[in-house]
């Protein structure tokens, strides 16, 4: 069992920085695979980024790519998302995702998600 808990979301004018964590419980931690994942208001929830267990490789959708970084720190049990030059379209509920197998881009690749936090860039 994993529990995730983020934070680091709030208000960010366009062109700002905001920086996500998201804090795992579970000594396996350093075994899953993460995710990011973001819903805006009427939309459904998308994939952002994510991050293996093995070599930190990471993985990005297009529209976020050279803007945010995804690292962890499997010491901490905790993985960053770091987000620059945010976009008015970058605002949604950003949720955190632990996946036990495959790194992957969908959904239902993960086990385990986070209760999610509010990133707004006003424009």
């Known amino acids: 069992q994993v529990q995730l808990v983020e934070s680091g979301g709030g208000l960010v004018q366009t062109g700002g920085s905001l920086r996500l964590s998201c804090a795992a419980s579970?000594?396996?931690?350093?075994?899953?695979?993460m995710g990011w994942f973001r819903q805006a208001p009427g939309k459904e929830r998308e994939f952002v980024a994510a991050?293996?267990?093995?070599?930190?490789?990471?993985y990005y959708t297009d529209s976020v790519k050279g803007r945010f970084t995804l690292s962890r720190d499997n010491a901490k049990n905790t993985v960053y998302l770091q987000m620059n030059s945010l976009k008015a379209e970058d605002t949604a509920v950003y949720y955190c995702a632990a996946s036990s197998g495959v790194v992957g881009s969908r959904l239902r690749d993960y086990d385990y998600w986070g209760q999610g936090t509010q990133v707004t860039v006003s424009s």
């Open positions: 579970g000594r396996t931690f350093s075994t899953y695979n």
């Open positions: 991050i293996t267990w093995i070599e930190s490789r990471t």
